[in-house]
């Protein structure tokens, strides 16, 4: 018996995860300002005329199956093989199509901060999803933490509210569900197909189902496109670029390289960068409730980190 094997075995590990968990937080670092450059596409909070909240959800998604494509066709990637084709239709309902579509909504009348601390719950619902899709067995210990996390946004959620959620409250929360299904069906999928593939084929299967729903806001919405500012074609390119696009190379990458319900959890930063960021591109009032929250959250991600996560 090879007495080194096991600690070349444990060191692999734990580089993978490290890993992955460096290049989820890059993803998340981009998606974080989603919701405030969504904000300033739809010229919500702002005196500059904006773009619908269809048009920019379901634009940024064509525009990004625009790159997708350039980059499979420069790659010369083989198609999908069949058994991929499920994993990529959650993954093209739920990030692609579903989230886009409800946050844009949502922005019109929410501001980004209030927002973002409502996706804080993502973390939780990945992981749910993560057990049921990929045959990941998170412990006690790491449900108590996501737990915890979530408990703690959604308190913060309520308390920014007043204690009760409205309509494009509830649009956040299913956004999330979405979200969270093609999170975790393109993390799984990606340890065999690959992140860049998965994202990209995505997108590109989508593009049939989007492109004559855009022509058509294209033609309706032409005015309102026309007197678009160029802050709403600013916040349009950044969603359309890097939320849908580039970030998930990130995402997917290190889901396959750490596990979907670990680096899962890294989203729980997410609310807080997209505060701060909704204070930088916005202007949005950031308030000390908010550092507080920031460092509890922080803190419940480096021991959920921790805790084990048995990989199917």
Sequence with gaps: MNPIAPTLTTHRRWSDETNGMLLGLIGVAIFSLTLPFTRLAVGAGT???GLSPMFVALGRALAAAVLAGGWLYWKRAPLPPRSALPALA??????VIGFPWLTSVAMRSLPAAHGAVLVGVLPLATAMFAALLGGEKPSKGFWIMAILGSVLVAGFALRQS?????????????AVLLAAMG??????????LGG????????????PLLLPVVGWLAWHEAPQIAHASAAAW???AYVSVFSMFIGFFFWYRGMALGGVARVGQVQLVQPFLSV??????LG???????????????????TGRKMQVKRG
């Design 47 to 49: 005196s500059a005329d």
């Design 183 to 192: 999170y975790a069906a393109g993390g799984c999928l990606s340890q065999t």
């Design 196 to 207: 860049q593939q998965t994202i990209c084929w995505a997108l590109v299967l989508a593009a």
């Design 162 to 174: 007043g204690g009760t959620l409205h309509a494009a409250d509830i649009a956040i929360f299913l």
């Design 90 to 95: 959650m993954v093209a309902i739920g990030c």
């Design 234 to 236: 600013t916040g349009f």
């Design 276 to 281: 701060l960021a909704a204070t930088v591109v």
């Design 284 to 302: 949005e009032a950031l308030e000390w409730q908010t550092v507080i929250f920031a460092i509890a959250v922080i803190a419940v991600v480096g």
